[in-house]
């Protein structure tokens, strides 16, 4: 194994997981998201010659991954945010167990927020530090605080409206 490969495995070792995870929260499915993850590692693998250690790495396939998911939805014309709900929680009420249905009202309600909102907490979740989380969206630390916090309280607001349902 050559140190470009080696590099690249503990790259995807590192990332991988949280990329997933981020690709899941655009798509809400297994899937698409998996599909997403190979097409983000492999332009990685393409341009890893071409960081240029300005940013985190991490930072850096964060963005790829973002940008490969809005492609992706730009290019699939998806349905309207609720049908695209819908489907989410259809395929996630199979996935979960009865004591993990708030899990599945947590991710119906994520679906709900605007799709930059979305991304931000999706990676606050993933536990990125704000930093990184700032340098990706764009947008300063103190923002970035201010900004977590009402999606928050957006999210906790469709969250108990569900919840009640």
């Known amino acids: 194994m050559d140190l470009k490969d080696q590099l690249f495995k503990e790259i995807f070792d590192k990332n991988s997981k949280k990329i997933f995870h981020l690709c899941y929260g655009y798509t809400g499915d297994k899937d698409a998201a998996n599909d997403l993850l190979q ?6 693998w393409q341009n890893l010659d071409k960081f240029r250690n300005k940013s985190l790495i991490s930072t ?3 963005r790829i991954a973002v940008n490969t998911c809005l492609t992706y939805l730009r290019s699939e014309k998806r349905q309207s945010k609720d049908e695209l709900t819908d489907n989410i929680i259809e395929n996630r009420i199979e996935e979960y167990s009865e004591k993990n249905e708030q899990i599945a009202l947590l991710y119906k309600s994520i679906a709900k927020l605007e799709e930059n909102d979305r991304l931000i907490i999706t990676m606050v979740l993933d536990e990125l530090p704000y930093n ?3 340098e990706i969206s764009g947008i300063s630390e103190g923002n970035l605080r201010v ?4 999606i928050k309280q957006k999210l906790t607001e469709i969250y108990n409206q569900h919840a009640r349902i």
Request: hydrophobic content about 50%; cysteine-free; overall charge positive.
């Open 39 to 44: 097409e983000t590692f492999l332009k990685v």
């Open 60 to 62: 850096w396939i964060y």
């Open 132 to 134: 990184e989380i700032a």
């Open 147 to 150: 900004k977590i916090h009402r």
